[in-house]
């Protein structure tokens, strides 16, 4: 985070980050992750989220796969990704298309409707509860199929957070298409001030 002072009209601005002031925190409001392509692999990783952070969201537009698998989200720690241990629950809204559940990420949709040109448009929120405790909640259209998925869960990760996979169940479908990006946001913890730029300061005075 860097923050600049400019002393003639009194501002201070901040890039992205958080940092404490005579004990008072400042967090961003939202930081955005590097969008990617989701044109191939069977798993996308984002690393390196900050440890202040409460709050993601992973966002999908036009995403395809190339089978029949359901989405599926899992987070980790700097031990890796953690593939168990999630309560998570998917629905289609009608209800129609039937419902899935899975401990081994949260899982984003039912299969009723899903097909190799499925493209998914929504998104998945993680917000951090308390300790290293992570509730997620999400929406997603499917385009060609013309239904809403809806899906919750939890996970208590064994450390603190720092990145974010988008797979599927089965593991072995590839992306095929679309755009896949991440927000993350901050709640009052401290990060690291990189640099201060004092604008136009006063001269001292003797």
């Known amino acids: 985070m860097s923050i600049t002072i400019n002393h003639q009209t009194n501002d201070i601005s901040a ?10 925190t400042i967090s961003s409001a939202l930081v955005s992750g590097t969008a990617v ?15 202040w952070v409460k709050r993601v969201t992973v966002m999908f537009s036009a995403v395809s796969t190339s089978g029949t698998s359901s989405l599926l ?3 980790g720690d700097s031990g890796g990704i953690e ?9 289609y809204a009608p209800s129609s ?5 899975s401990t081994s990420g ?5 299969t009723g ?3 190799g040109t499925i493209a998914r448009y929504g998104m998945l929120v993680l917000a951090n509860l308390t ?10 259209y499917e385009g060609s199929g013309g239904v809403v998925a809806m899906a919750a869960g939890g996970k208590t990760l064994s450390a603190v957070l720092d990145r974010v996979r988008v797979t599927t169940v089965n593991g072995t479908d590839t992306f095929d298409g679309g755009t896949i990006n991440i927000l993350y946001e901050g709640g009052g913890v401290g990060g690291t001030l990189d640099s201060i730029t004092d604008v136009n300061a006063p001269s001292p005075s003797n």
């Open 131 to 140: 300790g290293n405790n992570w509730v997620a909640s999400s929406n997603l």
């Open 113 to 115: 409707y899903l097909s």
């Open 83 to 91: 593939t168990t241990g999630y309560d998570s629950y998917a629905l």
């Open 97 to 101: 298309g039937g419902f899935i559940s």
């Open 73 to 75: 989200v899992q987070i």
């Open 15 to 24: 890039t992205s980050g958080s940092v404490t002031i005579n004990g008072q």
């Open 106 to 110: 949260y899982v984003l949709e039912p």
């Open 37 to 51: 392509n989701s044109t191939s692999g069977t798993t996308i990783d984002f690393t390196s989220i900050p440890s």
